[in-house]
Each structure stands twice: as C-alpha cells, then as structure tokens.
C-alpha cells in the first residue's frame, strides 16, 4: 500500500488526470467530481497536509498557488468572477489530505457555502 496522497500518484503520473497546469511547484487538474462547470485543483508538490500543517517557509508556495489559480481562471474565460476554496481537516470537509484549492467557475455561486 502506497503511502503517497492521490495526487502524489497523480503527479507521478500512476493516476490520470486532465492536466491544466504544471510547474516545478504545483500542478493543477480538473476535479473528477466537478461542483460547478469548471472545477479545478490547484495542488503544491510538496505534499503539505493541509492549510493546518503550513509552516512560514511554505508562504512563497501557498502564494503560487494563487498566482497560478488566478492564471487558470483566465485561461478558462471565467471573465465572471470565480471562487477559491480550500477546506481544512474534517469540519471543513477536507477529504485529500494534501493541500489543494478548489477553482470554481463558470456558474453563479450562493453563499454561505454549505
Ligand atoms: P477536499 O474534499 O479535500 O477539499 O477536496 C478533494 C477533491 O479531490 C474533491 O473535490 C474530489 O472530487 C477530488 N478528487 C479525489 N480524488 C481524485 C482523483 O483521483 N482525481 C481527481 N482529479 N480529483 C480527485
């Protein structure tokens, strides 16, 4: 049994994925359960278990992350507006331990989130 996250596999290349985005940092992919009509994951390498687990040298990371999240959004014509959600351990929902932050677009959201 592999101890690596899912998406270690899938930036290893052992799981597929419908890749956006990679650099030497992070990679992004579309979710496989989309919430909205694009739905992609934003995901260091490093496998950073969660916001939770961050630590100050992981700043210049989670800053990319957004950078690259801002990048894909305009890429994919989410000229509308879009949101950015990152869930953190079981009360926010987080079901991949490995830090990720969901881009959602391309259809009106509500809020509050549920
Ligand atoms: P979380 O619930 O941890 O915030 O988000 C995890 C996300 O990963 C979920 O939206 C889920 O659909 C997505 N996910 C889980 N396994 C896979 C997979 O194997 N491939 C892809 N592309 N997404 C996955």
Not at 24 to 46: M, S, W
Request: hydrophobic letters at 45%.
């Amino acid at each position: 049994m592999s101890d690596k996250t899912i998406f270690e596999r899938i930036f290893a290349g052992e799981i597929p994925a419908r890749m956006v985005h990679e650099d030497e940092v992070c990679g992004a992919f579309h979710d496989i359960n989309p919430q909205a009509p694009t739905h992609v994951l934003v995901v260091p390498r490093k496998p950073i278990p969660g916001i939770s687990a961050l630590s100050a040298s992981d700043a210049l990371i989670v800053g990319h992350l957004f950078v690259v999240a801002r990048r894909i959004a305009a890429e994919l014509g989410l000229d509308g507006g879009f949101r950015l959600v990152i869930n953190d351990g079981e009360d926010g929902q987080q079901t991949v331990p490995h830090l990720h932050v969901h881009l959602l677009g391309g259809r009106k959201m509500t809020w509050p989130p549920g």
